[in-house]
């Protein structure tokens, strides 16, 4: 069984400054949450996915990694530290802990399930609770990455029609783009996240078919020939870009152009380079 994009987490230094970013390029956000663990997050909630904002609001309250379990605050920080982007893929899941199971016995570097709650809020002013088990994965070759199942417990109080509606038009993750130096090594990881049915490799490129979008994975030579620039960083295989479908291209052209943001028009799609959208290429097509 495969498992759809669930969301990306996209690190920033400045949330204040990346809201304002993805304000200009049609994008509703969510108020301000605080995280238990010192992180903080805007969403732009889409169609049974989102874009997660994440920025560091108390080092303090940040938990260093154990044995057998990973800190997502503490890896968020030391990727800042490093640069900005996007730091984690997250998968949707119905149990995360039989997912954990699947993945250790797929062979997977995993952790213990982590449990957490925190306040949302609501449309109309007032809060709710939300919950959340998540299921993490790492791999020694690509330490700026990091992956994971996140299943909601309340999801009536999470998702909320207000904040799905975007000016751009924008309805879902239609894909997510990696840069790897040999990108069909990696079919064993995305074999054990997804299924060897849903891994396919052509031409130097690893495409893997999710129940929600797709990954592919480029080598930096041919993410730039796609993206009109090199990936954003490093030399190991790391997240470098996503595209959003569903946007009206032109106005989004207009928005872009109004606000001053670099970008590029190509095949009938929007680019914005990781230079100018918070270390990620940001793509908006149609469909």
């Known amino acids: 069984m495969t498992r759809g994009i669930d969301h990306l987490v996209l690190a920033v230094r400045d949330l204040d400054r990346a809201r304002a970013f993805y304000e200009s390029l ?4 969510t108020p301000r ?14 169609d049974g996915c989102f874009l997660e904002l994440l920025g560091i ?23 800042l530290a ?8 997250v998968f949707q899941s119905h149990d995360a802990r039989r997912d954990r199971d699947e993945f250790a016995a797929a062979g997977l570097q995993t952790y213990a399930p982590f449990d957490f709650g925190r306040e949302a809020k609501l449309p109309d002013g007032g809060t709710a609770r939300v919950a959340f088990s998540l299921a993490y994965v790492t791999d020694p070759r690509m330490p700026d990455c990091v992956f994971f199942s996140c299943q909601q417990h309340a ?16 309805r879902t993750i239609a894909e997510v783009v990696m840069a790897a130096p040999d990108p069909p090594a990696l079919a064993d990881l995305f074999a054990g996240l997804q299924g060897g049915d849903s ?21 930096p030579r041919a993410f730039a020939a796609r993206f009109g620039a090199a990936p954003p960083s490093p030399p190991t295989p790391h997240l470098a870009a996503f595209r959003i479908a569903g946007v009206d291209v032109g106005a989004a ?13 190509r095949e009938g799609l929007l680019q914005v380079s990781a230079a100018a959208a918070h270390g990620v290429a940001v793509e908006l097509s149609p469909d």
């Open 26 to 29: 049609g994008f509703t956000l």
């Open 33 to 46: 949450a605080f995280h238990p663990w010192g992180t903080a997050n805007h969403l732009v909630q889409l």
């Open 57 to 79: 609001a108390d080092a303090a309250k940040i938990p260093p990694h154990a044995p057998g379990e990973f800190s997502f605050g503490a890896h968020n920080r030391d990727f």
């Open 82 to 89: 490093r640069r900005e982007g996007m730091s984690m893929l």
């Open 155 to 170: 999801p009536k109080y999470f998702w909320k029609r207000e904040y799905q509606v975007h000016a751009n038009g924008a």
């Open 199 to 219: 891994v396919r490799v052509a031409d130097g490129a690893l495409a893997v078919a999710t129940a929600r979008g797709r990954v592919l994975v480029l080598t």
């Open 253 to 265: 052209k207009t928005r872009l152009a109004s606000a001053g943001i670099p970008h590029r028009a």
